[in-house]
């Protein structure tokens, strides 16, 4: 009976081996989609302000909370670098979203979102004073704090893209594929033409 169960189990074992290269960073992306991408883009359009390159003054009390209440809250004592930085995660928080729910260039997205959380986390914690049960921690009881539990869990469906790749249903596996048939053609192109082309011999200019 063991053996019978034994066997079973390495079969589907088997099964899934070859189902997850699929399967898995498809459901990643699906997670990251349910769960994480309206949180990001809502966040972003909070950073919006009147004009394309004039973010709202929430995102600079967002992003640089200290120094924005050091200069009374008047972002044009700022200077260029606090806007750009601004203008970046705000693009971010549009863009790599949105190129992880398609599957296109999904591992750069992934870890363009990681680096995105960690920094968000970092200043959740040194800007904003997030400490305490707010902060959590590892290996208690509770699954709910806002930095050490669930940023974890928002990172690791980006780090199965960035191991695993967008998976088959994405436009990254669609252009790869072609760019895998593309060579073959442009090869046969190139062979082709040097067979048509004449064979051209040096001049000689000693020859009289």
């Known amino acids: 009976m063991i053996w019978t169960v034994l066997t079973a189990g390495d079969a589907i074992g088997r099964w ?7 399967l898995v960073p498809v459901l990643a992306r699906l997670v990251f989609a349910a769960v994480l991408a309206g949180y990001f883009w809502a966040s972003a359009l909070t950073k919006l302000g009147p004009g394309l390159l ?4 929430g995102a600079y009390a967002q992003i640089f ?10 972002a044009s004592q700022l200077g260029l670098w606090p806007r750009l930085v601004v203008l970046a995660g705000t693009g971010a928080e ?21 680096g995105f959380i960690l920094v968000q986390s970092l200043t959740d914690m040194i800007g904003h004073g997030v400490a305490g049960a707010d902060l959590g921690a590892w290996f208690d ?10 940023r974890v869990l928002w990172t690791l469906p980006l780090m199965v893209i960035v191991m695993m790749g967008a998976g088959r249903v994405s436009l990254d596996h669609a252009l790869r594929k072609l760019r895998r048939n593309q060579p073959t053609d442009q090869k046969t192109g190139v062979a082709e033409a ?3 082309k004449p064979d051209l ?6 020859r009289k």
Not at 65 to 74: C, K, M, N, Q
Not at 201 to 206: Q, R
């Open 16 to 22: 899934l081996d070859r189902m997850a290269p699929a």
């Open 54 to 57: 004039m973010p709202s003054t």
């Open 65 to 74: 909370p200290r120094a924005f209440e050091a200069v009374g809250y008047d």
């Open 94 to 114: 549009f863009v790599l979203p949105l190129l992880i729910i398609l599957g296109l260039l999904a591992r750069l997205a992934a870890l363009g979102m990681i």
């Open 141 to 150: 009881r509770f699954a709910d704090a806002l930095i050490l539990d669930q």
């Open 194 to 196: 040097h067979r048509q």
């Open 201 to 206: 011999k040096p001049l000689d200019f000693n």
